[in-house]
């Protein structure tokens, strides 16, 4: 003899997509499904776009080294999901660029240094 799985009786514990057996009442209650048509991929690319360009100011005032990476990451991002960042992107090379000619000024500075002491 074959028992019937959903005896009234015995705790249930098959849940489905929007809702559970095991509801306080008892019986089959659904929770509100997904909202229909909704998708969060625009919020999220016009976020990142905007945190790229954020990244990008922040990367040529203070930090470049930080901030110019974080911009081109975000960039990316937004691009992937379908939004512009054209504004973060250019921001973010332009602060990776000071990074680079703070670098090699750095290098010229003490191999003159090192070269000729007394000029400096």
């Given at each position: 003899?074959?028992?019937?799985?959903?005896?009234?009786?015995?705790?249930?514990?098959?849940?489905?997509?929007?809702?559970?057996?095991?509801?306080?009442?008892?019986?089959?209650?659904?929770?509100?499904?997904?909202?229909?048509?909704?998708?969060a991929t625009p919020?999220?690319?016009?976020?990142?776009?905007?945190?790229?360009?954020?990244?990008?100011?922040?990367?040529?005032?203070?930090?470049?080294?930080?901030?110019?990476?974080?911009?081109?990451?975000?960039?990316?991002?937004?691009?992937?999901?379908?939004?512009?960042?054209?504004?973060?992107?250019?921001?973010?090379?332009?602060?990776?660029?000071?990074?680079?000619?703070?670098?090699?000024?750095?290098?010229?500075?003490?191999?003159?240094?090192?070269a000729d002491p007394?000029?400096?």
């Amino acid at each position: 003899m074959s028992e019937n799985p959903y005896q009234p009786n015995q705790p249930q514990t098959p849940q489905g997509q929007y809702g559970s057996y095991n509801s306080p009442g008892g019986g089959y209650v659904p929770s509100a499904p997904p909202a229909y048509g909704y998708d969060a991929t625009p919020q999220e690319a016009k976020s990142a776009a905007t945190l790229s360009w954020v990244f990008g100011i922040l990367g040529i005032l203070l930090l470049p080294i930080v901030f110019g990476p974080l911009a081109l990451w975000q960039a990316k991002k937004a691009e992937r999901l379908g939004a512009s960042a054209t504004a973060g992107k250019v921001l973010g090379w332009i602060s990776i660029a000071l990074v680079i000619i703070g670098i090699i000024g750095a290098i010229i500075l003490f191999v003159g240094m090192a070269a000729d002491p007394s000029s400096f």
